[in-house]
C-alpha cells in the first residue's frame, strides 16, 4: 500500500527566498508529524497534528516556520524568508494514533522519504 | 537538562556476531521507548516497541532491554548481517499525554561479511 509521500524530494532555495513542503500521510491516519534532521543530529520535532485539535506547535524554531493540514489529510509546512540554517531534512510522519490499549506499536510513525532543503 | 545519548561512533562488527547498541536518557520519564532503523536517504522505519513496565521485549533477530533504573535501553541484533548496516535511532515517548517522540542522534552500525 502507500506509504507517506513528500514532495519535492529535493530543495534548493536562495537565503530569503519562501519555500513550501507538502507532505501526504497515510489515508486514515490521523496523527501527523514534521521533523528536521540536520547531518549528524536526531530527528528535531517541529509540529504535530491530531485530528480536528489544534497542533502542537512548540518545536517550531521561529516565527518564519508555519504548517497546515488542510481536510485532516495532506500538510504543508512553510518556510518564510529561509536562511541558511534552514538547510536540513525535513520529514513528515503519520501516525494512525491508536489507543492505549494495547497494541504493541502504539504511536508508532510510519515516515515519508523526507525533503532535503538547502539554502545558498 | 534533558538529554538522549546514543554512541555517536559507528559500530564495526564481523558478520554473525551480536550487534548491542546502547540508548540513554536523562531527566525523562518516558512512558515508552522505540526503536527506528534508517538507511541513507530515507526516513526512519519503525522496528519495536517497549513499555516502562517491560523488561525485555523480543523481535525475530532483534531485542530491546529497558532499565528505567539505569535509564537505559539496550538493543541487541544477534547473528547479524551485512544487511543490518543503517543507523539505529531510539526515541522516547513521554507520559502524561504527550504524543511527541524525542529520537536520540543514532548510532551507524557497520556489519562486515
Known amino acids: 500500500g502507500a506509504g507517506v509521500s513528500q514532495s519535492p524530494s529535493n530543495k534548493v532555495t536562495e537565503k530569503g527566498k519562501d519555500v513550501e513542503l507538502r507532505c501526504d500521510p497515510i489515508s486514515g491516519h490521523t496523527a501527523l508529524y514534521w521533523y528536521r534532521q540536520s547531518l549528524g543530529q536526531g530527528l528535531e520535532f517541529l509540529i504535530y497534528?491530531?485530528?480536528?485539535?489544534?497542533?502542537?506547535k512548540s518545536g517550531l524554531p521561529s516565527d518564519r516556520f508555519s504548517a497546515e493540514r488542510t481536510g485532516g489529510s495532506v500538510s504543508t509546512l512553510t518556510i518564510q524568508r529561509t536562511q541558511q540554517e534552514d538547510s536540513a531534512v525535513y520529514l513528515c510522519?503519520?501516525?494512525?494514533?491508536?489507543?492505549?490499549?494495547?497494541?504493541?506499536?502504539?504511536?508508532?510513525?510510519?515516515f515519508g522519504p523526507g525533503t532535503r532543503l538547502t539554502v545558498l | 537538562s534533558q538529554k538522549i545519548e546514543q554512541n555517536s561512533e559507528a559500530l564495526n562488527i564481523q558478520e554473525g556476531k551480536t550487534a548491542t547498541l546502547t540508548c540513554n536518557y536523562t531527566n525523562y520519564s518516558p512512558a515508552y521507548l522505540q526503536w527506528y532503523r534508517q538507511d541513507p536517504g530515507r526516513g526512519p522505519v519503525f522496528l519495536l516497541l517497549i513499555r516502562e513496565n517491560e523488561k525485555e521485549k523480543r523481535k525475530e533477530r532483534l531485542k530491546v532491554t529497558f532499565d528505567t533504573t539505569l535509564k537505559q535501553s539496550l538493543f541487541h541484533i544477534t547473528a547479524s548481517q551485512p544487511a543490518d548496516s543503517a543507523t539505529y535511532l531510539c526515541a522516547l515517548l513521554l507520559s502524561g499525554g504527550y504524543n511527541k517522540l524525542i529520537f536520540g542522534a543514532g548510532t551507524r552500525l557497520a556489519v562486515h561479511p
Open positions: 510522519a503519520s501516525s494512525p494514533q491508536r489507543g492505549l490499549a494495547a497494541l504493541s506499536s502504539y504511536n508508532e510513525q510510519f
Open positions: 497534528f491530531q485530528g480536528n485539535s489544534a497542533p502542537d
